[in-house]
């Protein structure tokens, strides 16, 4: 199971998550986020709790690709559904990273009911040779929990 995050770069943020969205048309400011090819790289360790998988960006003007290493996930899901959870909304931003820090997220809510989420991808820390980084927004109830169940249903087909 992949999961596709669509970001339109252009004033109006607004995006789909859909598995394996096919988007046709779009702008060229356009990005893409893939979430795909989810492992567990010790498959010989009974229980073990490693899951990498990739995240690509592509758009007419970017292509980066980042291995993540978690472990069982690090929360991601979790992290998501609590910001859900606070639809009404919060003060400054919330963070979240991966294992290795290859992939980190800051969210804050923003005016009229939407989370801004800005999706970091990181070339391995601490070098920092390179990141990327991209925003997208959600509804702060409703979209936040269909973006949590999406992100939740990925890492769970790791199992």
Aim: net charge negative.
């Amino acid at each position: 199971m992949d999961v596709d995050l669509d970001v339109d770069l252009d004033v109006d943020l607004d995006v789909d998550l859909d598995v394996d969205l096919d988007v046709g048309d779009v702008s060229p400011r356009a990005v893409r986020l893939r979430f795909c090819e989810l492992s567990r790289p010790f498959p010989e360790i009974e229980g073990d709790p490693v899951l990498d998988f990739l995240v690509r960006a592509r758009g007419e003007w970017v292509s980066v690709e980042v291995s993540v290493r978690t472990l069982e996930g690090d929360g991601l899901d979790s992290f998501l559904y609590e910001l859900a959870e606070d639809f009404r909304g919060w003060e400054g931003a919330r963070t979240w990273r991966s294992l290795e820090r290859d992939l980190t997220l800051s969210a804050t809510h923003g005016p009229r009911g939407y989370v801004h989420l800005t999706w970091g991808l990181h070339h391995r820390p601490p070098s920092e040779e390179w990141r990327f980084e991209t925003t997208t927004v959600h509804a702060a109830g409703e979209g936040m929990l269909n973006l949590a169940a999406e992100i939740r249903a990925f890492l769970e087909s790791g199992s």
